[in-house]
């Protein structure tokens, strides 16, 4: 069965310091990866999605997210984060139906 | 519609009632899903409609859920016999492409159950 797999259930991070959110999803034919954000009593917004192309993908908010296919990675990026990207942080892996981990909540602190 | 649409937005009911939830996805997606989030959990899948095939019902919990979708309409997901432990946030999403473009999200239905 596919899977996907968020490392850290929480990451403190100071204001304007870098962060990196890991994912890894289980090997797969067909390659659909997103990361989505949910801020509080919100519902999922789409941050930046790898369908083709460039491994290299960039999403709203200054997010960027690198395909791994050799590690079956897709960690989400951000050189430097404000106190507004406190929110939890969905990956999830397309196949037919979506396969989301568990989330990682990143606390941006100042 | 602009986007998914969800009602109601938050339910209380008492335990062992039955309730209805209603999802409308965005015109012309296909596929459409529910998920269930409790409080600090993660998304847990429920089911899944594509077009006029046989729903994806693997990720219900038990008999007491149902949900029914017709053609590439409107949505209702329902509790039976409902329990403390289904409360929780129900998400629907749709998507024109089922896995291969992204899902968009309602802003969810918040059940509470007393």
């Known amino acids: 069965a596919q899977s996907v797999t968020q490392l850290d259930s929480q990451v403190p991070v100071f204001e304007e310091a870098p962060v990196e959110l890991r994912c890894n999803y289980s090997?797969?034919?067909?390659?659909?990866l997103f990361w989505y954000v949910q801020y509080p009593n919100q519902g999922l917004q789409l941050l930046l999605k790898?369908?083709?192309?460039?491994?290299l993908v960039k999403g709203i908010n200054g997010f960027e997210a690198e395909f791994n296919k050799s590690q079956t990675s897709f960690h989400l990026r951000k050189p430097s984060v404000h106190i507004s990207a406190t929110a939890e942080y969905f990956c999830?892996?397309?196949?037919?139906?979506?396969?989301f981990g568990s989330g990682t909540k990143l606390n941006v602190k100042p | 519609g602009a986007g998914v649409s969800q009602s109601p937005s938050n339910k209380v009911t008492e335990k062992g009632k039955d309730v209805e939830l209603r999802c409308d996805p965005i015109?012309?997606?296909?596929?459409l899903y529910w998920y269930r989030q409790r409080l600090g959990q993660g998304l847990e899948f429920l089911i899944y409609?594509?077009?006029?095939?046989?729903?994806?019902k693997s990720g219900l919990p038990s008999d007491r859920f149902s949900a029914e979708r017709t053609g590439e309409s409107v949505s209702t997901l329902t509790i039976q016999r409902t329990q403390q432990e289904d409360s929780a946030v129900y998400l629907c999403?749709?998507?024109?492409?089922?896995?291969?473009?992204?899902?968009?999200f309602g802003q969810g239905t918040r059940l509470t159950v007393v």
């Open positions: 999403a749709s998507s024109p492409y089922p896995g291969r473009t992204e899902a968009f």
């Open positions: 090997s797969s034919v067909s390659v659909y």
């Open positions: 790898y369908l083709s192309g460039s491994t």
């Open positions: 999830a892996h397309g196949d037919n139906k979506f396969y």
């Open positions: 015109s012309g997606h296909t596929a």
């Open positions: 409609f594509q077009g006029n095939s046989a729903p994806d």
